[in-house]
């Protein structure tokens, strides 16, 4: 009989993405969106940012490794709590506004390194705290979460979707399209609870960086990321719906997204169930 305790959960993950045809995207496309993702994301008041600062312990933490870092969202909301901070990604264009941003913030003890998920991580100091901040949505999560509680020495936070969908239901229900379901904070939460980690669960509501479009272009092309290409029917759709919602003053999608915080205290790898 299949349980809970029988079913490999860092298998199922694998399985699941692949049949939402997920496939890592290039540095480039990251690149791209650096400097949108700088405002929309990474506004010091950003209900996100500072919940998520809320729920950190800080105690006793001197470095910080921030995974995924993009433009240095969390790092440089948090660097003065720490007296060293590295934050990684793969993107370029993203290191370049993060560094850009500590500069402008003065901000003198950041040091940002090109480096991905899947890279060795040898070269890179151990730090008392690692956060991956919507980061998470990796091909092989049990091994990042797995290189996340090797990097650090006394705590990890990680922030995961609660939805299975990045499209909002509305958008869904217009285009009348079967959207492939993401793997949800579940399966973090099973996967550690498996190698014999006990996590924290918390929920963060923020404001959806994605509901910020200037105009109709940039909703459709918002719309074709998140979905894939679009037929000349469905752009006539979401052209009517757009302007419909901006005649009657609604949002063209929910102006918030749900994240779940999944953080713990570091577990010597000897001791986890491998």
């Known amino acids: ?57 800080f105690s006793g933490a001197e470095t910080l490794l921030d995974v995924g870092c993009g ?14 901070i590295i934050g990684i990604d793969y993107s370029t264009g993203m290191l370049t506004v993060a560094r850009r941003r500590a500069k402008q913030a003065g901000i003198n003890h950041a040091e940002f390194i090109t480096c991905s998920w899947e890279d060795s991580w040898d070269e890179l100091p151990r730090c008392d705290i690692a956060v ?49 379901t ?8 099973n996967m550690l609870n498996q190698m014999g980690i006990h996590p924290k669960v918390d929920y963060i509501r923020s404001r959806n960086c994605q509901s910020n479009f200037n105009n109709l272009e940039q909703f459709i092309e918002g719309i074709n990321f998140s979905v894939g290409p679009l037929s000349e029917d469905e752009i006539t759709r979401l052209t009517n719906y757009y302007h419909e919602s901006i005649e009657k003053s609604v949002s063209l999608i929910s102006p918030t997204r749900d994240w779940a915080m999944v953080s713990w205290d570091v577990v010597p790898e000897s001791e986890l169930t491998l």
């Open 1 to 57: 009989m299949n349980t809970i305790e029988t079913t490999d959960f860092a298998e199922l993950y694998k399985n699941h993405m692949v049949q939402a045809e997920r496939t890592k995207k290039e540095p480039e496309h990251w690149d791209k969106r650096a400097e949108k993702m700088a405002e929309s994301c990474a506004n010091p008041n950003d209900p996100y940012l500072i919940k998520f600062r809320a729920m950190m312990d």
């Open 71 to 84: 433009p240095g969202s969390i790092s440089i909301h948090v660097a003065d709590k720490f007296k060293k």
């Open 132 to 180: 991956a901040s919507r980061s998470t949505l990796v091909m092989d999560l049990q091994a990042a979460l797995l290189k996340l509680n090797r990097q650090a020495n006394l705590r990890v936070y990680t922030t995961h979707t609660v939805s299975p969908t990045f499209v909002d239901q509305r958008i869904i229900r217009l285009l009348g399209r079967e959207v492939p």
């Open 182 to 189: 993401l793997p949800t904070y579940i399966y973090a939460v």
